[in-house]
């Protein structure tokens, strides 16, 4: 089976073709522009390309609520010419093979359930900390989209006592996209987070902020798993000031031996590397894919 994969960005559009088994076969990147520039290239990158579905992962925020008459589309981005871009409409016009949809979160999230480092559990959340900050959330082998979708980076937090970091976030100033995000570290320091030292107090800072968001989500959703990923994230030093941070803010209330004696192994870095996201949209459609065949996949039970 060949499937196609779109890692729909704010700032880069991957494309790629991989397999049931989530290897990616081929890929091509280019930036994101208005959405038709764009989409013209990923219409000229998938024909020829004998795909039996495709999954995309899209930047949002966007509708997936399928009773909706705005079904896929980007909703209140400000990135010029997505706002109420009907993205699902586009890709079924030009393609007529099951089309997966979701967020770039959920998408990630959903990869690194199927092959990556929450492999055969059935919840996990995934975190991703870049240019913005996003959460996707598996749940009861289930993508979980509520009212709209989780949009757990936009959470409130309470202020590092040596931090007069006014935030970052056009909508809630210092909510934890405000502070955390790599544009605030940079607002914050007036350089860019790979420039700051290991040691910088900077990092300290950006723990303390993922901690109490890990910690609330821990002691909402008690996953099974919390997967770290993002450009921020490659500052490994974060794995572990979080992990005693997130010990802290819990003090021990949480009776589980994974979260008492093994933050290590859950609390991690995706098992998929940077591939996270591409072989979520590969996941979702293969899901697409399946479930019209009243197919699910892998034995989870997936929304239809
Ligand atoms: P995006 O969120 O746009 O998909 P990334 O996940 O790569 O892309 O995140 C980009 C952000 O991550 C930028 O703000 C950048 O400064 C920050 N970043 C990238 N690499 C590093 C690094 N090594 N250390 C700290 N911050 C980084
Ligand atoms: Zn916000």
């Not at 990923?42 to 705005?70: C, H, M, N, Q, W």
């Not at 802290?248 to 940077?274: Q, R, T």
């Amino acid at each position: 089976m060949r499937i196609g994969a779109i890692e729909a960005g704010g700032t880069k559009f991957i494309c790629g073709i991989g397999n049931e088994e989530g290897e990616i076969l081929d890929r091509i990147s280019f930036p994101t522009d208005i959405p038709e520039p764009t989409l013209e290239q990923v219409v000229a990158y998938f024909r020829d390309k004998d795909i039996e579905a495709i999954g995309v992962g899209s930047f949002g925020p966007i509708d997936l609520d399928r009773s909706s008459l705005t079904y896929g589309q980007v909703t209140t981005t400000p990135k010029p010419g997505w706002s109420g871009f009907d993205f699902v409409g586009f890709m079924k016009r030009n393609f007529p093979v099951p089309i997966g949809f979701d967020t770039d979160v959920n998408a990630a999230v959903f990869g690194e359930a199927m092959w990556g480092a929450a492999k055969g559990l059935d919840s996990c959340v995934y975190y991703t900390i870049g240019t913005g900050v996003g959460v996707g959330v598996f749940a009861e082998g289930n993508l979980i989209h509520g009212l709209v979708h989780p949009e757990g980076g936009h959470v409130l937090t309470r202020r590092h006592p040596e931090d007069p970091f006014e935030g970052f976030c056009p909508y809630h100033g210092d909510c934890l996209e405000g502070m955390a995000s790599g544009p605030a570290i940079e607002k914050r320091w007036g350089l860019k987070g790979s420039e700051l030292p290991e040691d910088h107090l900077a990092w300290e800072m950006e723990g303390f902020y993922l901690a109490q968001a890990i910690s609330g989500v821990i002691l909402l959703l008690s996953p099974k798993k919390v997967i770290l990923g993002g450009g921020v994230m490659h500052q490994k030093q974060l794995y572990p000031l979080i992990r005693k941070k997130v010990a802290k803010f819990l003090n021990g209330y949480v009776a589980s031996p994974a979260i008492l004696d093994d933050l290590e192994n859950y609390i991690v870095s995706p098992g998929l590397g940077d591939n996270a996201g591409l072989c979520g949209a590969l996941a979702l459609g293969i899901e697409a894919s399946s479930s019209k065949a009243g197919i699910h996949y892998g034995g989870l039970k997936f929304d239809d």
